[in-house]
Every structure is written in structure tokens, then in C-alpha cells.
């Protein structure tokens, strides 16, 4: 897709000024996991950057870049680390929800002055614990505690998914809550991308009230059946596409940081019972050194590939020629797994760099040790389970329908009029 000048400059200065603060990050990576989040100062630093701005909308000041662009930029900080590229893809990768939660919350949102991202969400899947239950004039909000809270330290909403309930069966809507209404939890002790801050949280009383727009069914925040006032061809790309394009971005990122930091240490290391005393002279680290770059490009490929085309589709729904429910619902499911495949490969990479880094690479200031970590935690994320992803794509790719579940990475809403031979 063409970008337009404007952009383009936009992304080189945010990158130019990613990388300047790089080394910086990677520095303060292990104070950030000992403390189970990164400071309020790299926060600033990264806002600074406009890190938190690339997925914000024009017409508030934001970057706006295509998801190409905010690709390169996700996976340039998370090449420093993988926990400030969390964040930061965090930040990017949710903006859909409130651009699809309509006009009067996108204002709430980016209208006031910020420092850090602007928006965060938490357990929009069918087990959320949370209540919500229409009142006069609004809902009153119960239950929780809402899990995996990526960027609600910092963000001054955050949407909770909740079950409502009005007669008709339950269904899920999303809750724009301020951070003031919210209590976090000490809960982020984990194995990996343990600077994110990803806690948990609840409400600062037992219930609250929300006022009637920042409930939103979470169908139509999904569809974009909602006008938000916003005239970019980004608000219209498919929001799968569009997040864990970024994600995928993601394991890219870390594991290039990897690679770069396992060819820096490696100089003039000797490689143990061998007669080498250059780990860079081994053929055996030349053949490792080769599969490692075929598993990060190959996942750079695919990654790129779905960017531009999360983009182009973009154009064509802001053009108003959108593409047909079956395309629109094989792409999405394509990207889901294309996304688990990139996080597996990036993985695999990691360690085998982390493997022929020899014993001092266990220790807890070596980034190749952290990198393995945090790019296994990208696997497991709940929405990459390779296996079903995989059944899914290949149930539309041999002419069945995917499983039906409910969840932001449910394929139904594409689904075509025509009944499941299977079911």
C-alpha cells in the first residue's frame, strides 16, 4: 500500500527516536522485571519517542500510521525488549476498541492531554467475571477481579469485559472505565514479560455506575457498526488484521534483538570441548546462525504480507467497496494462525541462540535469557493456541465453518448465510 509523505516521516522520526532510546531500555529491562513493570519514567521516554501515538487517531493529534508502519515500529522496541514492546504494541493494538465503541468515548479518550498509552483492556471473553446490569441512565458494573491487565498502570481508561444480561441470554459488552474507578492488584509474578505490569484489577467500590456510552455490546465494538466520527481508512481495517499483525511484530522484534545481542557476545568466544576459539569461526554456529534467519524472515514475510493487506482492505471498506464476508472471514482466520505459526518460529530461534550462548547466558542480566523467556510467553498468550487455530483455517480451507465460540478472535460475525455441513 502507498504511503503518503506525511506518514512516512512520521514513522522515520518515531523510529529514529526509538532506537536513540534502545540501548536505554534494554538497561533498565531488568530493574523493570525485578519490579514487575517498567517505571513511570521509561513511560514518559517511550511517549516521548511517539511510540504510544502510532495507532492514535489524526484528528486528536495521533500518528495514525498504517499497520505497516506501526509494525516496524513494535517490533524496533521490542528488538530492546519485549516488555516495552508489549506495552507499546498494547497501546497500538487496542485502539479499535474505543473507535468502535463510538464518537462520545473516542473523545473521552484522546481529547484530554496524556502521557503513556490510551487505552487499555482486560477479560473480553466469555469467562469474565464481571456483571453488568442496565440501570436508569446507565449500568451498574459488579464482580471481577478482570486478569491480564496490559497497560492499565498507565492508561487512563481501561475496558473490562463484562455478561449482560437482558432477558434474551447473556452476551458480552466492553466497559470503558476510568483508572481512578479501579484497584490494582500485586498479582504480576511471572515467567516472562514480567516488566508489562499486566495485573489484575477490580473495582474501588463493589459495584459502579457507567454511564449508558461507555457500555457498548461487544458485537458492535467488533462490527464497527458505530459512527466515530473518525475519517481514516485505518478505522476501518479488520481489526484481527490490524492486533495480531502487531503481535506478531512483536516476536520478530525480540527475536532480532536476540540474534544481535548473540553475534555481539559471541566475538572472540571460545566454544567448549572444540579447538575453537572464535565462536563466529564454528561452521556448527554458521548452520545455527542460518536457521535462525530462515525462521525470523520467513516469519517477517508472512507478517508483512498481512500488514499491507490489513491495510488494503482498510482502503477498500473507507472507499466503500468493502470485501465480501468469506474473504474477510479466511483472512482473519489466516492472520490468527499466520500469528501462532510467527510466534513459534521466533521462539524456536531464540532458543537456539540461547542454547549455543553457553552457561552465562542463564544469568539474570544476559537479554538472550529474557528474550527466550518473553517469547514463549507470546505463544501461550490465550488467543494463539496453534493447534486450533490451525483446525479453524483448515476447516475453511477444506470448505467447513470454524468452530463457534465467543471472544474478540471469534470468526462468526464473517461467517456466510450458509449452514455448517459438519455441524
Given at each position: 500500500?502507498?504511503?503518503?509523505?506525511?506518514t512516512s516521516?512520521?514513522?522515520?522520526?518515531?523510529?529514529d527516536?526509538?532506537r536513540?532510546?534502545g540501548?536505554?531500555?534494554r538497561?533498565?529491562?531488568?530493574d523493570?522485571?525485578?519490579?514487575?513493570?517498567?517505571?513511570?519514567?521509561?513511560?514518559?521516554?517511550l511517549?516521548?519517542?511517539?511510540?504510544?501515538?502510532?495507532?492514535?487517531?489524526?484528528?486528536?493529534?495521533?500518528?495514525?500510521?498504517?499497520?505497516r508502519?506501526?509494525l516496524?515500529v513494535v517490533?524496533?522496541?521490542?528488538?530492546w525488549?519485549g516488555s516495552?514492546?508489549?506495552?507499546?504494541?498494547?497501546?497500538?493494538s487496542?485502539?479499535?476498541?474505543p473507535a468502535?465503541?463510538g464518537?462520545?468515548?473516542?473523545?473521552?479518550?484522546y481529547a484530554?492531554?496524556?502521557?503513556?498509552?490510551?487505552?487499555?483492556?482486560?477479560?473480553?471473553?466469555?469467562?469474565?467475571?464481571?456483571r453488568?446490569?442496565?440501570?436508569?441512565?446507565?449500568?451498574?458494573?459488579?464482580g471481577?477481579p478482570?486478569?491480564?491487565?496490559?497497560d492499565?498502570?498507565?492508561?487512563p481508561?481501561?475496558?473490562?469485559?463484562?455478561?449482560a444480561d437482558?432477558?434474551?441470554?447473556?452476551?458480552?459488552?466492553g466497559?470503558?472505565?476510568?483508572?481512578?474507578?479501579?484497584?490494582?492488584?500485586?498479582d504480576?509474578q511471572?515467567?516472562?514479560?514480567?516488566g508489562?505490569?499486566?495485573?489484575?484489577?477490580?473495582l474501588?467500590?463493589?459495584?459502579l455506575f457507567?454511564?449508558?456510552?461507555?457500555v457498548?455490546d461487544?458485537?458492535?465494538?467488533?462490527?464497527?457498526?458505530l459512527?466515530?466520527?473518525l475519517?481514516g481508512s485505518?478505522?476501518?481495517?479488520?481489526t484481527l488484521?490490524?492486533?495480531?499483525?502487531?503481535?506478531?511484530?512483536l516476536?520478530?522484534?525480540?527475536?532480532r534483538?536476540?540474534?544481535?545481542?548473540?553475534?555481539?557476545?559471541?566475538?572472540?568466544?571460545?566454544?567448549?570441548?572444540?579447538?575453537y576459539k572464535?565462536?563466529?569461526?564454528?561452521?556448527?554456529?554458521?548452520?545455527m546462525l542460518?536457521?535462525?534467519h530462515?525462521?525470523i524472515q520467513?516469519?517477517?514475510?508472512?507478517?508483512?504480507?498481512?500488514?499491507?493487506?490489513t491495510?488494503?482492505?482498510?482502503?477498500?471498506?473507507?472507499?466503500?467497496?468493502?470485501?465480501?464476508?468469506?474473504?474477510?472471514?479466511?483472512f482473519?482466520?489466516?492472520?490468527?494462525?499466520?500469528?501462532?505459526?510467527?510466534?513459534?518460529?521466533?521462539?524456536?530461534?531464540?532458543?537456539?541462540?540461547?542454547?549455543?550462548?553457553?552457561?552465562?547466558?542463564?544469568?539474570e542480566?544476559?537479554?538472550i535469557?529474557?528474550?527466550?523467556?518473553?517469547a514463549?510467553?507470546?505463544?501461550?498468550?490465550?488467543?494463539l493456541n496453534?493447534?486450533?487455530?490451525?483446525e479453524n483455517?483448515?476447516?475453511?480451507m477444506a470448505?467447513s465453518?470454524p468452530?463457534?465460540?465467543?471472544?474478540?478472535?471469534t470468526?462468526d460475525?464473517f461467517?456466510?448465510?450458509?449452514p455448517?455441513?459438519d455441524?
Amino acid at each position: 500500500m502507498n504511503e503518503s509523505p506525511d506518514t512516512s516521516d512520521r514513522l522515520k522520526a518515531v523510529l529514529d527516536k526509538v532506537r536513540a532510546l534502545g540501548p536505554t531500555l534494554r538497561e533498565r529491562a531488568l530493574d523493570a522485571e525485578r519490579a514487575g513493570r517498567h517505571s513511570d519514567e521509561t513511560i514518559a521516554d517511550l511517549d516521548a519517542t511517539g511510540a504510544f501515538d502510532i495507532g492514535s487517531p489524526a484528528e486528536f493529534g495521533g500518528h495514525e500510521l498504517t499497520v505497516r508502519q506501526q509494525l516496524d515500529v513494535v517490533s524496533e522496541v521490542a528488538k530492546w525488549d519485549g516488555s516495552a514492546g508489549w506495552i507499546v504494541w498494547v497501546g497500538a493494538s487496542t485502539n479499535w476498541i474505543p473507535a468502535g465503541s463510538g464518537a462520545r468515548v473516542v473523545k473521552e479518550v484522546y481529547a484530554p492531554e496524556w502521557v503513556g498509552p490510551r487505552i487499555a483492556a482486560s477479560s473480553h471473553f466469555p469467562a469474565s467475571r464481571g456483571r453488568a446490569k442496565r440501570t436508569g441512565g446507565g449500568w451498574t458494573i459488579t464482580g471481577g477481579p478482570w486478569t491480564f491487565g496490559s497497560d492499565s498502570l498507565w492508561a487512563p481508561y481501561t475496558n473490562l469485559g463484562c455478561i449482560a444480561d437482558d432477558g434474551e441470554g447473556p452476551y458480552l459488552v466492553g466497559v470503558q472505565v476510568p483508572r481512578d474507578e479501579l484497584r490494582f492488584l500485586d498479582d504480576w509474578q511471572v515467567a516472562g514479560m514480567r516488566g508489562t505490569g499486566s495485573v489484575s484489577s477490580t473495582l474501588a467500590q463493589d459495584e459502579l455506575f457507567v454511564p449508558e456510552h461507555r457500555v457498548v455490546d461487544f458485537r458492535d465494538v467488533t462490527g464497527g457498526t458505530l459512527d466515530n466520527g473518525l475519517g481514516g481508512s485505518l478505522w476501518k481495517a479488520p481489526t484481527l488484521g490490524w492486533a495480531f499483525t502487531l503481535m506478531a511484530g512483536l516476536s520478530i522484534g525480540i527475536a532480532r534483538g536476540a540474534l544481535e545481542r548473540f553475534l555481539e557476545r559471541s566475538a572472540g568466544r571460545p566454544v567448549r570441548g572444540t579447538t575453537y576459539k572464535n565462536q563466529l569461526d564454528a561452521p556448527m554456529t554458521h548452520l545455527m546462525l542460518a536457521e535462525v534467519h530462515s525462521k525470523i524472515q520467513s516469519a517477517t514475510a508472512m507478517t508483512r504480507a498481512n500488514a499491507e493487506e490489513t491495510d488494503r482492505l482498510g482502503a477498500l471498506a473507507a472507499a466503500g467497496t468493502p470485501a465480501d464476508g468469506e474473504y474477510m472471514q479466511r483472512f482473519s482466520a489466516r492472520v490468527l494462525v499466520e500469528t501462532a505459526y510467527a510466534a513459534k518460529w521466533c521462539a524456536e530461534a531464540i532458543e537456539l541462540l540461547q542454547r549455543n550462548s553457553g552457561s552465562t547466558a542463564i544469568m539474570e542480566s544476559e537479554p538472550i535469557q529474557r528474550a527466550w523467556r518473553d517469547a514463549r510467553v507470546i505463544t501461550l498468550h490465550g488467543a494463539l493456541n496453534l493447534e486450533a487455530l490451525s483446525e479453524n483455517y483448515g476447516r475453511l480451507m477444506a470448505g467447513s465453518q470454524p468452530h463457534k465460540f465467543a471472544g474478540i478472535t471469534t470468526l462468526d460475525r464473517f461467517a456466510p448465510p450458509t449452514p455448517d455441513k459438519d455441524a
